[in-house]
């Protein structure tokens, strides 16, 4: 399994940035597809999730309304569209693959993960 993020960077308060996640290596129509975050001295947060076939979305309550996680079934992309962007979004930002028929928010059950992109929201 592999996924490799991308789009990370620095951004103003209120900019926008879109992060993209590349998996091969397992059958991605299958599986929940998730981005989860870790700020410096924190530990690792759920951020937002989507269905096998994009029909249901979650979010976490401090990202909902700015954040969109959508995916692209026919080349195994998850994509993280960030609007309305505050400092305290500041994180390495990760995709999560859970186990089988997962379908929460609990990080214990996410089995793959990316190696991250680090995003910074600062003036």
């Known amino acids: 399994v592999q996924l490799v993020e991308s789009g990370g960077g620095l951004v103003q308060p209120g900019g926008s940035l879109r992060l993209s996640c590349a998996a091969s290596?397992?059958?991605?129509?299958?599986?929940?597809m998730s981005w989860v975050r870790q700020a410096p001295g924190k530990e690792r947060e759920f951020v937002a999730s989507?269905?096998?076939?994009?029909?249901?979305?979650s979010y976490a309550d401090n990202v909902q309304g700015r954040f969109t996680i959508s995916r692209n079934r026919a080349n195994g992309a998850v994509a993280l569209q960030m609007n309305g962007l505050k400092p305290e979004d500041t994180a390495i930002y990760y995709c999560?693959?859970?186990?089988?028929?997962?379908?929460?928010?609990?990080?214990?059950?996410?089995?793959?993960w990316g190696q991250g992109t680090q995003v910074t929201v600062s003036s």
């Open positions: 999560a693959v859970a186990r089988s028929s997962y379908t929460g928010r609990d990080l214990a059950n996410f089995v793959y």
């Open positions: 290596g397992f059958t991605f129509s299958s599986y929940w």
């Open positions: 989507i269905s096998w076939n994009g029909g249901s979305t």
